[in-house]
Protein backbone atom coordinates (compact mmCIF):
# COMPACT_ATOMS: atom_id res chain seq x y z
CA UNK A 1 0.00 0.00 0.00
CA UNK A 2 1.27 3.68 -0.98
CA UNK A 3 0.74 6.42 1.11
CA UNK A 4 1.29 10.61 -0.01
CA UNK A 5 1.13 12.54 2.76
CA UNK A 6 1.13 16.52 2.28
CA UNK A 7 2.25 18.92 4.77
CA UNK A 8 2.88 22.89 4.89
CA UNK A 9 -0.20 24.72 3.81
CA UNK A 10 -1.37 27.50 5.33
CA UNK A 11 -2.42 31.30 5.63
CA UNK A 12 -0.51 33.94 3.99
CA UNK A 13 -0.56 37.45 3.23
CA UNK A 14 -0.35 38.01 -0.68
CA UNK A 15 3.25 38.90 -1.89
CA UNK A 16 4.44 36.07 0.82
CA UNK A 17 5.83 33.09 0.80
CA UNK A 18 4.92 29.16 1.57
CA UNK A 19 6.37 25.60 1.41
CA UNK A 20 4.46 22.74 0.34
CA UNK A 21 6.16 19.06 0.79
CA UNK A 22 4.59 15.85 -0.06
CA UNK A 23 6.37 12.05 1.04
CA UNK A 24 5.36 8.99 -0.05
CA UNK A 25 5.90 6.00 2.12
CA UNK A 26 4.84 2.58 1.74
CA UNK A 27 5.53 -0.77 -0.75
CA UNK A 28 7.64 1.46 -3.44
CA UNK A 29 9.75 0.22 -6.04
CA UNK A 30 10.40 3.56 -7.44
CA UNK A 31 8.94 6.88 -8.05
CA UNK A 32 8.07 8.40 -11.27
CA UNK A 33 7.13 11.57 -12.22
CA UNK A 34 5.83 13.74 -9.30
CA UNK A 35 3.61 17.25 -9.78
CA UNK A 36 1.54 19.52 -7.82
CA UNK A 37 -2.45 20.03 -8.50
CA UNK A 38 -4.32 22.67 -7.44
CA UNK A 39 -8.31 23.37 -7.09
CA UNK A 40 -10.01 26.25 -6.21
CA UNK A 41 -13.45 26.28 -5.43
CA UNK A 42 -15.68 25.26 -7.70
CA UNK A 43 -13.20 24.92 -10.79
CA UNK A 44 -11.43 21.72 -11.75
CA UNK A 45 -8.33 20.83 -10.63
CA UNK A 46 -5.49 22.05 -12.60
CA UNK A 47 -1.61 21.01 -13.23
CA UNK A 48 0.65 23.44 -11.49
CA UNK A 49 4.58 22.15 -11.83
CA UNK A 50 5.63 18.31 -12.65
CA UNK A 51 9.18 16.97 -12.26
CA UNK A 52 10.63 14.13 -13.68
CA UNK A 53 12.81 11.29 -11.31
CA UNK A 54 15.51 13.11 -13.29
CA UNK A 55 14.60 16.57 -12.15
CA UNK A 56 13.18 18.17 -15.12
CA UNK A 57 10.38 20.57 -14.41
CA UNK A 58 7.65 22.22 -16.04
CA UNK A 59 5.06 25.30 -14.96
CA UNK A 60 1.69 26.30 -15.94
CA UNK A 61 1.89 29.73 -16.87
CA UNK A 62 -0.06 31.05 -14.02
CA UNK A 63 2.77 30.30 -11.78
CA UNK A 64 5.68 30.28 -13.90
CA UNK A 65 8.89 32.31 -12.18
CA UNK A 66 7.23 32.09 -8.87
CA UNK A 67 6.72 28.90 -7.87
CA UNK A 68 9.62 25.96 -8.04
CA UNK A 69 9.21 22.27 -7.65
CA UNK A 70 12.23 20.18 -6.23
CA UNK A 71 12.14 16.41 -5.19
CA UNK A 72 14.69 14.43 -3.18
CA UNK A 73 14.41 10.99 -4.09
CA UNK A 74 16.38 9.59 -1.33
CA UNK A 75 13.47 10.66 0.92
CA UNK A 76 10.47 9.87 -2.02
CA UNK A 77 9.30 13.52 -1.28
CA UNK A 78 8.09 16.40 -3.54
CA UNK A 79 8.27 20.14 -2.56
CA UNK A 80 6.73 23.47 -3.80
CA UNK A 81 8.16 26.68 -2.91
CA UNK A 82 5.75 29.37 -3.74
CA UNK A 83 6.80 33.21 -4.00
CA UNK A 84 4.88 36.30 -4.42
CA UNK A 85 1.20 34.56 -3.69
CA UNK A 86 -1.69 35.74 -5.12
CA UNK A 87 -5.45 35.81 -4.45
CA UNK A 88 -5.63 33.56 -7.12
CA UNK A 89 -3.32 31.05 -5.65
CA UNK A 90 -5.87 30.33 -3.32
CA UNK A 91 -6.49 26.48 -3.52
CA UNK A 92 -6.39 23.00 -1.93
CA UNK A 93 -3.37 21.68 -3.29
CA UNK A 94 -2.54 17.99 -4.43
CA UNK A 95 0.66 16.18 -4.68
CA UNK A 96 0.52 13.52 -7.77
CA UNK A 97 3.48 10.52 -7.82
CA UNK A 98 3.54 7.81 -10.38
CA UNK A 99 4.73 4.85 -8.30
CA UNK A 100 6.12 1.46 -9.58
CA UNK A 101 5.44 -0.86 -6.89
CA UNK A 102 6.45 -4.15 -8.69
CA UNK A 103 8.29 -4.42 -11.79
CA UNK A 104 5.29 -4.13 -14.33
CA UNK A 105 2.91 -2.39 -11.88
CA UNK A 106 2.26 1.62 -12.16
CA UNK A 107 -0.14 3.85 -10.63
CA UNK A 108 -0.91 7.20 -10.29
CA UNK A 109 -1.39 8.15 -6.50
CA UNK A 110 -2.51 11.49 -4.66
CA UNK A 111 -2.47 13.28 -1.32
CA UNK A 112 -4.78 13.95 0.56
CA UNK A 113 -4.47 17.80 -0.23
CA UNK A 114 -3.55 21.00 1.86
CA UNK A 115 -5.41 24.60 1.86
CA UNK A 116 -3.72 27.33 0.74
CA UNK A 117 -5.24 30.87 1.40
CA UNK A 118 -3.98 34.11 0.31
CA UNK A 119 -6.00 36.80 2.00
CA UNK A 120 -4.53 39.83 3.55
Known amino acids: QVQLVESGGGLVQPGGSLSLSCAAS????????MAWYRQAPGKQRDLVATITRGGSTNYADSVKGRFTISRDNTKNTVYLRMNSLKPEDTAVYYC??????????????WGQGTQVTVSS
Open 26 to 33: GSILVVNN
Open 96 to 109: NARIRTTPLSEYAY
